[in-house]
């Protein structure tokens, strides 16, 4: 789907009062794109809002970061763990506050879908350590964020949402063709929509607009980066996995579930996939860690 297609368009005007990231975020994102920019000067750009930045010091001094309870002030967590995970810190904190994380609503159990978004996000990012990509703190937040649409269509487009269950539950459908049926569009672009008008880094736009339809990417935009496709894929084959846990660890049988050309991209051997099923419930332990501090 074109995110300046008509339907969409048509769709997302009907959302009123979609919640806005804190200007913090924008501050962040341009200090970050002037090389100039000094560790003092983010810290103190963060240090204008108290709770924010005793959030970002309880996370990165906690055992997802590795470095527990050694960084006191903000600027040190920038020189110690660089701009791009403080970046992530706060968008991560700034997404999750604009969504409520409990209870039920609409038919979506919010606490069933944060569950699905961790798993999403360790069992991805698990994946990247396999590959030894060198973004994989960027593929775990990806995996977190990447049905972000699902909760925009339940929450903020409650009569759209009501009619995709209907049709969904009456024709014996799944929730993706059903949402295809009904919007002529899916959660996947409203998420990229969404993350689009946040003006969040491009990486994670494509894996919401792209995580059920992986090969769509560079079909669409022959200029994809090649570490945002390896992303999609991750977190496409991250998706599928989740479903599939037994005894905490990815049932390695469920790996036929992944799409053939994902798996095919994802170049990961017999011995990998075990090395990956090991490490995952380690992953899914620091995801819950990380996810109860915030
Ligand atoms: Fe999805
Ligand atoms: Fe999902």
């Known amino acids: 789907m074109n995110p300046d297609s008509n339907e969409l368009k048509a769709l997302v005007h009907k959302i009123t009062d979609l919640p806005t990231l804190p200007a913090m975020m924008a501050t962040i994102t341009r200090l970050m794109q002037d090389p100039r920019t000094s560790a003092e000067e983010l810290g103190r750009a963060i240090a204008s809002d108290p709770a924010?930045?005793?959030?970002?010091?309880?996370?990165?001094?906690?055992?997802?970061?590795?470095?527990?309870?050694?960084?006191?002030?903000?600027?040190?967590?920038?020189?110690?763990?660089?701009?791009?995970?403080?970046?992530?810190?706060?968008?991560?904190?700034?997404?999750?506050?604009?969504?409520?994380?409990?209870?039920?609503?609409?038919?979506?159990?919010?606490?069933?879908?944060?569950?699905?978004?961790?798993?999403?996000?360790?069992?991805?990012?698990?994946?990247?350590?396999?590959?030894?990509?060198?973004?994989?703190?960027?593929?775990?937040?990806?995996?977190?964020?990447?049905?972000?649409?699902?909760?925009?269509?339940?929450?903020?487009?409650?009569?759209?949402?009501?009619?995709?269950?209907?049709?969904?539950?009456?024709?014996?459908?799944?929730?993706?063709?059903?949402?295809?049926?009904?919007l002529k569009l899916t959660h996947g672009d409203i998420g990229g929509w969404l993350a689009r008008k946040w003006n969040l880094p491009i990486p994670y736009v494509d894996v919401m607009r792209f995580h059920h339809t992986p090969m769509e990417s560079l079909k669409q935009d022959p200029n994809t980066q090649a570490d945002t496709t390896t992303l999609i894929y991750m977190v496409h084959a991250a998706d599928s996995l989740s479903k599939h846990l037994v005894d905490g660890k990815p049932d390695l049988s469920a790996i036929h579930e992944i799409d053939p050309a994902v798996r095919a991209e994802l170049k990961i051997g017999p011995e990998g996939w075990e090395r990956f099923q090991l490490r995952t419930e380690e992953e899914i332990g620091k995801a819950r860690a990380f996810l109860e501090m915030l």
């Open 52 to 182: 924010l930045v005793s959030k970002v010091l309880k996370l990165v001094n906690s055992a997802f970061y590795g470095f527990p309870g050694r960084i006191s002030t903000i600027t040190q967590a920038i020189v110690i763990l660089g701009f791009s995970t403080i970046r992530n810190v706060v968008l991560t904190t700034s997404v999750l506050k604009a969504f409520s994380r409990n209870g039920s609503q609409n038919g979506i159990d919010v606490a069933k879908f944060w569950e699905h978004s961790l798993l999403t996000g360790a069992i991805a990012r698990s994946l990247a350590v396999e590959r030894e990509a060198n973004f994989v703190e960027e593929t775990f937040i990806a995996g977190l964020l990447h049905d972000m649409g699902r909760i925009v269509l339940s929450q903020k487009l409650t009569a759209e949402f009501e009619k995709v269950i209907l049709v969904k539950e009456k024709a014996g459908i799944s929730q993706l063709q059903a949402e295809q049926s009904v």
